[in-house]
């Protein structure tokens, strides 16, 4: 019953504030064709994500988690022309699906899709000390956020926001009977920021059309030097 009413406030956004248009309706119905899981962000929460990197002046963003880049759409848009993204991919079927969206969309000079572990291509980023990102949207396998996040914050800079999807899973991230390995990876996550000093933090729930989950978002001031490999 309150999904209902969840819905239809979602229907309402969607109506209004956060119009549509063919790329992003075709690329969810690609993704659809394709057989992937309607586990994309919603059209307020894409939109949600294009303000922050736009309020920010983005001109580096990295992703983790393409599904079909509907998502990357969303957070390309808001570059400036000469901005760039790369959304890393483990499954190379979401990131054929991905990568003609994001061309259908017109992106395509503007965003890489890396296909691959995202931990395996952040250490080859790291490695090849590729530029720090000014917008990093966290959206992979949830067990694995810690090492996302130990990860990315050596491509950060002072001023790097960090957003990750997903983090209140229905709830179950204060269900202390509940240990799926998605749920532990985000409260280690959740206990890594709490004591991370050089990071602001905070987290809200969200309710809508993706059920009940929330968005964590990060400032980093001083990007830690000591995190090690
Ligand atoms: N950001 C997308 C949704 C991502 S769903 C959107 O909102 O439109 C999560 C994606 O992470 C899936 O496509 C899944 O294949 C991918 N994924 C899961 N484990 C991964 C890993 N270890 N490395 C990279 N991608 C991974
Ligand atoms: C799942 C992943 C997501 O990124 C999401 O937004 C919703 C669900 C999942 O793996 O179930
Ligand atoms: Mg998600």
């Known amino acids: 019953m309150i999904t209902d009413t969840w819905n239809a406030v979602d229907d309402y956004f969607s109506r209004g504030l956060v119009k549509s248009d063919t790329a992003l309706d075709a690329a969810l119905e690609a993704s659809t064709k394709a057989g992937l899981r ?10 949600f994500l294009n303000l ?27 570059l400036p022309e000469d901005g760039s993204m790369i959304s890393l991919e483990a499954n190379p079927d979401n990131a054929d699906v991905a990568r003609k969206n994001i061309a259908a969309a017109g992106l395509a000079n503007k965003v890489s899709v890396i296909t691959g572990l995202a931990a395996e291509s952040l250490e080859q980023m790291i490695q090849s000390k590729t530029p720090p990102f000014d917008f990093i949207f966290l959206d992979a396998d ?14 950060s800079r002072p001023g790097t926001v960090i957003v990750a999807d997903n983090v209140v899973r229905d ?3 204060v269900d202390p009977q509940n240990n799926e390995p998605d749920v532990l990876g985000v409260r280690e996550f959740f206990h890594m920021l709490t004591a991370m000093p050089g990071t602001e933090s ?21 990007p830690p030097t000591d995190v090690g490999s």
């Open 38 to 47: 309607a586990i994309n962000v919603a059209p307020n929460q894409g939109k």
């Open 52 to 78: 922050l990197a736009k309020i920010h002046g983005a001109r580096r963003i990295l992703e983790l988690g393409t599904l079909g880049g509907y998502s990357a759409i969303w957070l390309a848009r808001a």
């Open 142 to 155: 949830k067990s694995s956020y810690p090492e996302y996040l130990r990860l990315t914050l050596r491509l």
């Open 171 to 173: 709830g179950k991230l």
């Open 202 to 222: 905070t987290a809200v729930q969200t309710v809508g059309s993706k059920g009940y989950d929330g968005f964590s978002i990060t400032i980093v001031s001083a």
